[in-house]
Protein backbone atom coordinates (compact mmCIF):
# COMPACT_ATOMS: atom_id res chain seq x y z
CA UNK A 1 0.00 0.00 0.00
CA UNK A 2 1.44 3.70 -0.98
CA UNK A 3 0.53 6.03 0.97
CA UNK A 4 2.50 9.44 1.28
CA UNK A 5 1.35 10.08 4.53
CA UNK A 6 2.75 6.91 6.02
CA UNK A 7 6.50 6.65 7.35
CA UNK A 8 7.88 2.73 8.50
CA UNK A 9 8.98 2.46 11.34
CA UNK A 10 9.15 -1.52 12.23
CA UNK A 11 8.98 -3.56 8.92
CA UNK A 12 7.31 -6.82 9.02
CA UNK A 13 10.69 -8.74 9.26
CA UNK A 14 11.62 -6.82 12.23
CA UNK A 15 7.87 -7.50 13.83
CA UNK A 16 7.75 -11.09 12.85
CA UNK A 17 11.65 -11.81 14.55
CA UNK A 18 10.32 -10.30 17.84
CA UNK A 19 7.44 -11.97 18.12
CA UNK A 20 9.54 -15.39 18.20
CA UNK A 21 11.43 -14.28 20.63
CA UNK A 22 9.02 -13.08 22.73
CA UNK A 23 7.06 -16.66 22.10
CA UNK A 24 10.32 -18.22 23.38
CA UNK A 25 10.57 -16.30 26.30
CA UNK A 26 6.89 -16.63 27.46
CA UNK A 27 6.69 -20.11 26.72
CA UNK A 28 9.85 -20.34 29.32
CA UNK A 29 8.61 -18.16 31.60
CA UNK A 30 5.38 -20.68 32.22
CA UNK A 31 6.33 -23.97 31.58
CA UNK A 32 3.08 -25.59 32.85
CA UNK A 33 -0.40 -24.97 34.11
CA UNK A 34 -3.23 -23.46 32.07
CA UNK A 35 -1.91 -20.11 30.75
CA UNK A 36 -5.04 -17.82 29.20
CA UNK A 37 -3.95 -15.70 26.41
CA UNK A 38 -6.67 -12.44 26.32
CA UNK A 39 -6.63 -10.04 23.12
CA UNK A 40 -7.14 -7.03 23.76
CA UNK A 41 -9.81 -6.33 20.54
CA UNK A 42 -9.72 -5.02 18.18
CA UNK A 43 -5.97 -3.41 17.64
CA UNK A 44 -4.35 -6.72 19.14
CA UNK A 45 -5.60 -9.50 17.39
CA UNK A 46 -2.73 -9.49 14.69
CA UNK A 47 -0.63 -9.62 17.27
CA UNK A 48 -2.20 -12.15 19.52
CA UNK A 49 -2.78 -14.96 16.15
CA UNK A 50 1.25 -14.40 15.64
CA UNK A 51 2.29 -14.69 19.05
CA UNK A 52 0.27 -17.49 19.77
CA UNK A 53 1.64 -19.59 17.40
CA UNK A 54 5.13 -18.62 18.46
CA UNK A 55 4.43 -20.00 22.02
CA UNK A 56 6.12 -23.52 22.81
CA UNK A 57 2.95 -24.88 24.41
CA UNK A 58 -0.46 -25.34 24.97
CA UNK A 59 -2.36 -22.14 24.94
CA UNK A 60 -6.09 -20.92 25.79
CA UNK A 61 -7.21 -17.71 23.75
CA UNK A 62 -10.15 -15.32 24.70
CA UNK A 63 -11.00 -11.94 23.72
CA UNK A 64 -11.90 -8.88 25.37
CA UNK A 65 -13.42 -5.89 23.78
CA UNK A 66 -12.67 -2.53 25.72
CA UNK A 67 -13.31 1.21 24.04
CA UNK A 68 -11.00 3.96 25.28
CA UNK A 69 -10.62 6.21 22.20
CA UNK A 70 -12.94 7.41 19.88
CA UNK A 71 -12.40 8.05 16.24
CA UNK A 72 -9.38 10.99 16.73
CA UNK A 73 -6.04 10.38 18.19
CA UNK A 74 -6.73 10.67 21.81
CA UNK A 75 -8.17 8.85 24.56
CA UNK A 76 -11.10 10.03 26.43
CA UNK A 77 -10.31 8.46 29.43
CA UNK A 78 -13.41 6.53 29.69
CA UNK A 79 -12.84 2.93 29.62
CA UNK A 80 -15.97 0.44 28.50
CA UNK A 81 -16.39 -2.91 28.22
CA UNK A 82 -17.85 -4.29 24.45
CA UNK A 83 -17.38 -7.93 25.08
CA UNK A 84 -16.81 -9.55 27.82
CA UNK A 85 -14.49 -13.16 28.32
CA UNK A 86 -16.20 -16.36 27.67
CA UNK A 87 -13.65 -18.58 29.78
CA UNK A 88 -13.72 -17.99 33.40
CA UNK A 89 -9.55 -16.98 34.77
CA UNK A 90 -10.00 -18.84 38.33
CA UNK A 91 -6.63 -20.13 39.30
CA UNK A 92 -5.55 -19.96 35.44
CA UNK A 93 -2.11 -17.67 34.38
CA UNK A 94 -3.05 -15.16 32.69
CA UNK A 95 -1.57 -12.95 30.08
CA UNK A 96 -2.97 -9.80 28.52
CA UNK A 97 -1.90 -9.45 24.92
CA UNK A 98 -2.22 -5.77 24.06
CA UNK A 99 -0.97 -3.98 20.77
CA UNK A 100 0.36 -0.59 22.60
CA UNK A 101 0.62 1.16 25.98
CA UNK A 102 -0.41 4.55 25.68
CA UNK A 103 -1.20 6.41 28.64
CA UNK A 104 -1.94 3.47 30.87
CA UNK A 105 -5.79 4.25 31.27
CA UNK A 106 -6.82 0.86 29.55
CA UNK A 107 -4.47 -1.62 30.88
CA UNK A 108 -4.82 -0.21 35.01
CA UNK A 109 -8.49 -0.88 34.54
CA UNK A 110 -8.24 -4.30 32.74
CA UNK A 111 -6.08 -5.56 35.52
CA UNK A 112 -8.00 -4.07 38.36
CA UNK A 113 -10.95 -5.16 36.37
CA UNK A 114 -9.31 -9.25 35.98
CA UNK A 115 -7.91 -9.31 39.29
CA UNK A 116 -11.08 -9.41 41.04
CA UNK A 117 -11.68 -12.66 38.70
CA UNK A 118 -9.33 -14.53 40.85
CA UNK A 119 -6.49 -15.70 38.55
CA UNK A 120 -3.60 -17.97 39.65
CA UNK A 121 -1.05 -14.92 38.50
CA UNK A 122 -2.09 -11.76 36.02
CA UNK A 123 0.70 -10.38 33.04
CA UNK A 124 0.35 -7.79 30.27
CA UNK A 125 2.77 -8.79 26.80
CA UNK A 126 2.32 -5.68 24.77
CA UNK A 127 3.97 -4.79 21.63
CA UNK A 128 4.74 -1.81 21.61
CA UNK A 129 5.10 0.22 24.26
CA UNK A 130 5.32 4.54 24.46
CA UNK A 131 6.47 4.95 27.75
CA UNK A 132 6.79 9.07 27.75
CA UNK A 133 2.99 9.41 27.52
CA UNK A 134 2.45 7.17 30.90
CA UNK A 135 -0.93 8.38 32.82
CA UNK A 136 -1.31 6.17 35.10
CA UNK A 137 0.88 3.30 36.31
CA UNK A 138 0.87 -0.26 34.88
CA UNK A 139 3.57 -2.99 35.18
CA UNK A 140 4.14 -4.66 31.65
CA UNK A 141 6.00 -7.56 31.88
CA UNK A 142 6.82 -8.35 28.29
CA UNK A 143 7.45 -5.28 25.19
CA UNK A 144 8.13 -6.21 21.86
CA UNK A 145 9.42 -2.52 21.06
CA UNK A 146 9.74 0.59 22.58
CA UNK A 147 8.46 3.44 20.60
CA UNK A 148 9.03 7.41 20.18
CA UNK A 149 5.70 9.55 21.16
CA UNK A 150 4.35 9.31 17.41
CA UNK A 151 1.02 7.99 16.43
CA UNK A 152 1.39 4.67 14.28
CA UNK A 153 -0.43 2.29 12.65
CA UNK A 154 -0.80 -0.99 10.85
CA UNK A 155 -0.46 -4.81 12.11
CA UNK A 156 -3.88 -3.91 13.90
CA UNK A 157 -2.72 -0.70 15.09
CA UNK A 158 -5.99 2.17 13.26
CA UNK A 159 -6.75 5.89 13.09
CA UNK A 160 -10.07 5.74 12.58
CA UNK A 161 -10.49 1.86 11.68
CA UNK A 162 -7.74 2.61 8.61
CA UNK A 163 -4.72 0.59 8.32
CA UNK A 164 -4.78 -2.00 10.59
CA UNK A 165 -4.26 -4.73 7.72
CA UNK A 166 -0.79 -3.12 6.93
CA UNK A 167 2.12 -5.71 7.24
CA UNK A 168 4.25 -2.89 9.08
CA UNK A 169 4.06 -0.60 11.60
CA UNK A 170 4.58 2.87 10.29
CA UNK A 171 4.20 6.43 11.44
CA UNK A 172 1.03 9.01 10.25
CA UNK A 173 2.72 11.74 9.54
CA UNK A 174 0.92 14.85 10.31
CA UNK A 175 -1.76 16.17 7.78
CA UNK A 176 -4.41 19.16 8.28
CA UNK A 177 -6.92 15.80 8.03
CA UNK A 178 -4.99 13.99 10.87
CA UNK A 179 -4.19 17.18 13.13
CA UNK A 180 -8.19 18.26 12.58
CA UNK A 181 -9.01 14.73 14.37
CA UNK A 182 -7.13 14.98 17.22
P1 LIG B 1 -4.06 3.76 26.58
O1 LIG B 1 -5.26 3.43 27.42
O2 LIG B 1 -3.89 5.25 26.40
O3 LIG B 1 -2.78 3.10 27.04
O4 LIG B 1 -4.40 3.33 25.13
C1 LIG B 1 -4.29 2.08 24.64
C2 LIG B 1 -5.05 1.98 23.35
O5 LIG B 1 -5.02 3.20 22.61
C3 LIG B 1 -4.41 0.97 22.45
O6 LIG B 1 -4.94 -0.30 22.69
C4 LIG B 1 -4.74 1.50 21.07
O7 LIG B 1 -6.00 1.01 20.68
C5 LIG B 1 -4.83 2.98 21.23
N1 LIG B 1 -3.59 3.68 20.80
C6 LIG B 1 -2.67 4.27 21.58
N2 LIG B 1 -1.66 4.78 20.85
C7 LIG B 1 -1.94 4.47 19.57
C8 LIG B 1 -1.24 4.71 18.32
O8 LIG B 1 -0.14 5.28 18.24
N3 LIG B 1 -1.86 4.24 17.22
C9 LIG B 1 -3.06 3.59 17.24
N4 LIG B 1 -3.73 3.33 18.38
C10 LIG B 1 -3.17 3.78 19.53
MG1 LIG C 1 -6.40 -1.27 21.56
Redesign the pocket.
Known amino acids: MIDPKLRVLLSSVQIQQRIREMGEEISRDYPTGNLHMIC ?1 L ?3 CFFLTDLARAMKRDVFVDFMG ?1 S ?2 GKG ?1 T ?1 SGE ?1 KVTKDLDISLQGADVLIV ?12 LMNLLEQRKPKSLKIATL ?1 D ?1 PE ?4 P ?1 VVSYVGFQ ?1 PD ?4 GYG ?3 AEKYRNLDDICV ?1 EETPGVAAAK
Do not use: H, P, Q
Not at 133 to 136: D, M, P, Q
Open positions: IKGAITYKTVEDIVDSGVTLNYLKRRLRVIEFVVLDFL
